[in-house]
């Protein structure tokens, strides 16, 4: 047992066996000062044209949000003076360009419309049609005209542009007067 206890050096023994390292004098003068703001300084000096392009970017998004609410407001007081709806139609189209909306409109996925569904019906309708196939249009017409088929009457997709709804219903809504 003592000869396990003799192993196990003592504090003393183990700061003579890892010695601590010297200790550097870190008084505060002009050279130490400089060396020890050199880093950031040259990080700053190459950054300073970064920061400069993130500040234009910052303004010129500014700049353009600002510019669109306006946009927005004027075309939203003409539309509320609209006299035909060609006028409207373009007024609105363009309001739905403004706030981004387009591209909602062109993307085909949505949790209230069945898309698949939708645009197999599209190419039955259009073959159909094309095959003059009078009987089996009016069978298919009597189904999907019916009731909501494919979610394509839901409310939801209908109040979120001005002018007009997902392309690919505008598409089958389209096929389905064109086969009447």
Known sequence: MESEIDQNPTIEEASNLYPMPP??????????LLYILRLPFIELMTSYVSLWRILAYIVFRFRQFFLIKYKIAKIEEKLRNVQNYSEYEQLAGTLDSLEGNLEWKYDETSKY????RVRSALKHLRSLRESKDVKGLMHLLS?????????????????????GTKQLIENYHNEVILCI
Request: charged fraction near 30%; glycine fraction near 6%; aromatic fraction near 8%.
């Open 23 to 32: 200790r550097r004098d870190f008084r505060l003068s002009l050279k130490n």
């Open 143 to 163: 189904q999907d005209l019916i009731k909501n088929f494919g979610g394509v009457a839901s409310p939801q997709i209908h109040k979120v542009l001005r002018n």
């Open 113 to 116: 419309f069945d898309a698949e």
